[in-house]
């Protein structure tokens, strides 16, 4: 067989210790690999490449297509981007996977039946790391959803439990609140699903949802969400299978993957030789799997089941009294999954990999654009001058020409007209102003609109057109 390059990174903390075991076991097992070592994070965030990335990272990365990261610690504050967003984001790495199996009652849990796989948009929603200050008191942050982004991790979800014997598929959003974002999610997930009649689907909302796969897990089997929930409860259900270290993950792309361990670098550790490479280990069997060397993945897989099954731990899962047997460290632990290659767990849940099939999707389905016409502006201000009120009774006197002003927020909530008095407000407004004929706004009375606040002495600090698309609003309404 032909060796495969990949690119490796031994990363920070524990990185370097856990990189070692996986890369012993990975030769040992017969892993047909060509690797090329690259530098990232700390040390690389330092020599001021804020990536985090030496360039000559990126060279590797275009020639492998394949990357096996160990963690990375991130420096505070500098304006340091986040790695691993970055390799997101630039290697479209669309769809994180992130499996959690219980391995009781080797491994303590109170959720011995559990065997979750979470697939998470990997790209979009408040991961992409808008956020401005406006005023003095408030900040924002952009929460972005796209009908494409989200069509290709659904539909990759569905074809992902086709593949690999999974009988549901479930979606988790909070769009009773964000009924435009998360709606948006949570439709697409229904018109996809209908696709895949041979699959059960359902949804919840993200909060009883996350209530539901934290108590009740083996009632899932498939679980797909936006970033930030996905960010969140893969590392709760990895975290109650027993050990946040048990698990890896793999970040899909159409021409690109990275798998890494779900944790973090762990420096309060690094050096002692006690870290867990379970996490990593696995990772790179998904990366077996992906590249093509699925028996390989199968040996090593089936050499740490054995492993588990005998009692051989490191400290995070070494319970005393119970089903373990040794307390080893991160050297010893690989030593012993090299000892059983070609041993085969009697207990636990036997593995048996197929090569990958190709499940990236096909590109995301297009339609007929909707008509989009401007009705009227959001406008944002930053003033502390007083009450709702006041502020209302001053914009009387600037001239809306077309528009109106509908009504006044404070943080989002409705403060006028009829706003309550007991309401705390800041010092960040927003003015909600329409068309006040059936016709479309035209830009000139945006434009016209907000240059009179300005000569009034307004400081406009953001605005946001409203459109309607094929009549329908585009823009959330305001409560009250």
């Given at each position: 067989m032909a060796k495969t390059p990949i690119t490796v990174a031994y990363g920070d903390g524990i990185g370097p210790e856990i990189m070692a075991a996986t890369l012993e076991i990975l030769e040992a097992a017969g892993a047909e690999l060509s690797i090329e070592e690259v530098e990232i994070g700390e040390r690389v965030y330092k020599r001021g490449i804020v990536t985090g990335l030496d360039p000559k990272a990126w060279e590797s990365l275009t020639r492998t297509r394949v990357f096996l990261k160990a963690p990375i610690t991130t420096p505070?504050?500098?304006?340091y981007k986040s790695l691993n967003v970055t390799m997101r984001t630039?290697?479209?790495?669309?769809?994180n996977v992130r499996p959690?199996?219980?391995?009781?009652?080797?491994?303590?849990?109170k959720y011995p039946k559990m065997d979750v796989v979470i697939i998470r948009e990997n790209e979009e929603d408040l991961y992409t790391g808008i956020e401005h200050r406006q005023t003095d008191q408030v900040v924002q942050c952009l929460k972005l959803i796209s009908r494409p982004g989200s069509e290709r991790v659904i539909r990759y979800a569905f074809d992902y439990a086709r593949a690999n014997g999974r009988k549901k598929v479930t979606c988790l959003?909070?769009?009773?609140?964000?009924?435009?974002?998360?709606?948006?999610?949570?439709q697409t997930f229904d018109r996809i699903a209908q696709e895949y009649p041979e699959i059960e689907h359902n949804s919840w909302i993200v909060d009883i949802g996350a209530a539901k796969l934290a108590t009740t897990p083996e009632s899932f089997d498939v679980v797909v969400m936006p970033n930030l929930y996905g960010d969140i409860l893969s590392d709760v259900t990895a975290e109650t299978s027993g050990s946040v270290g048990l698990a890896g993950s793999a970040n899909i792309g159409e021409?690109?993957?990275?798998?890494?361990?779900?944790?973090?670098?762990?420096?309060?550790?690094?050096?002692?030789?006690?870290?867990?490479?379970?996490?990593?280990?696995?990772?790179?069997?998904?990366?077996?799997?992906h590249v093509g060397q699925s028996e390989v993945a199968t040996r090593i897989h089936s050499a740490w089941l054995k492993t588990i099954e005998d009692g051989i731990h490191t400290p995070d899962i070494y319970r005393p009294g119970g089903h373990s047997v040794e307390k080893v460290g991160t050297a010893a632990f690989a030593d012993a999954v090299?000892?059983?290659?070609?041993?085969?767990?009697?207990?636990?849940?036997?593995?048996?990999?197929?090569?990958?099939p190709k499940t990236v999707p096909s590109p995301a389905q297009t339609s007929a654009k909707a008509l989009k016409q401007l009705v009227g502006v959001d406008v944002f201000l930053d003033w502390d001058g007083g009450r709702p009120d006041q502020l209302a009774e001053k914009l009387e006197s600037v001239p809306a020409g077309a528009l109106n002003l509908d009504v006044i927020t404070n943080r989002g909530i409705k403060v006028w007209p009829n706003g309550f008095p007991e309401t705390f407000c800041t010092d960040h407004w927003r003015l909600r102003y329409r068309s006040r004929q059936e016709a479309p706004t035209a830009r000139a009375d945006v434009v016209s609109l907000l240059g009179n606040l300005v000569s009034a002495g307004f400081d406009v600090i953001k605005t946001e057109n409203l459109y309607t698309f094929d009549g329908v609003p585009g823009y959330s309404q305001v409560p009250g």
């Open positions: 505070q504050g500098g304006g630039a290697l479209n790495l669309f769809a959690t199996v219980s391995y009781y009652p080797y491994v303590e849990t959003v909070k769009d009773n609140i964000m009924k435009m974002t998360d709606g948006l999610f949570h021409r690109y993957a990275m798998f890494e361990a779900i944790h973090g670098s762990a420096p309060a550790i690094a050096g002692q030789g006690i870290a867990n490479p379970s996490g990593l280990l696995l990772a790179a069997v998904m990366m077996l799997v090299v000892a059983r290659l070609g041993q085969k767990p009697t207990t636990l849940k036997a593995v048996n990999y197929q090569d990958a």
